[in-house]
């Protein structure tokens, strides 16, 4: 007989591919995945290729993930650290943090052919996009607007006014060095952000419209 929480468990498994099944071939088929995607981009790698590519089961990628999508944003992930705010006591020492941190993960080969790989993609594949947002882009913001939430607790900042804007001006300029400009992203570039762009923007306040009344 099968307990409650045993039921709970295989069901939520098969919800999200089945994943705890069996982990063994994870690794090869998401490194497959990225090895594929910046050779050949998003939209002509098939499921049946990263399976070939692994020296796998196409079903054994479906017990683990629900397809393609799924499987490309967990590979990404797979290469990144765990996203945590940090609080080093500064709104410019926890950006820089951040930007410490992104660089000492960054610079891997794959990095902007996968990313490239993805740009066409990401507009037209509801499923890329809604694994992609979930997953990646929405984490990321939510620790970016931690940060800022926290400087302003501390007196640092005024209250940000349009937060997802400035929370939005980072991984966009870096998507847009990566896509447009083809270049690496190195801690120089994210550093000239944060001192150029967001602490000039954060730091000046609020701009107030009224006039001083002449004495």
Do not use: C
């Amino acid at each position: 007989m099968t307990i409650p929480e045993e039921r709970d468990e295989r069901a939520g498994a098969e919800r999200h591919g089945g994943r705890h099944l069996d982990a063994s071939r994870d690794a090869a088929l998401r490194d497959a995945a990225l090895r594929l995607l910046a050779r050949i981009g998003y939209d002509r790698l098939t499921v049946d290729a990263i399976a070939t590519s692994a020296g796998a089961g196409k079903a054994t990628i479906y017990r683990r993930w629900s397809g393609k999508a799924e499987l490309v944003v967990d590979a990404l992930l797979s290469h990144k650290p765990r996203l945590v705010a940090p609080d080093t006591g500064s709104l410019r020492g926890d950006l820089a943090e951040l930007a410490r941190r992104a660089s000492a993960h960054d610079g891997e080969p794959l990095d902007t052919s996968v990313m490239v790989g993805l740009a066409s993609a990401l507009p037209r594949d509801p499923d890329l996009r809604a694994a992609f947002e979930e997953r990646l882009v929405e984490p990321h913001r939510r620790v970016l607007a931690a940060v800022f939430e926290r400087a302003v607790a501390r007196g640092e900042i005024a209250p940000v006014a349009n937060l997802d804007l400035v929370v939005s001006l980072i991984p966009a300029l870096v998507l847009y060095r990566l896509l447009v400009q083809t270049h690496e992203i190195d801690p120089g570039f994210v550093e000239s952000i944060i001192e150029g762009v967001i602490l000039p923007l954060v730091l000046a306040g609020p701009v107030s419209l009224q006039s001083t009344p002449t004495p």
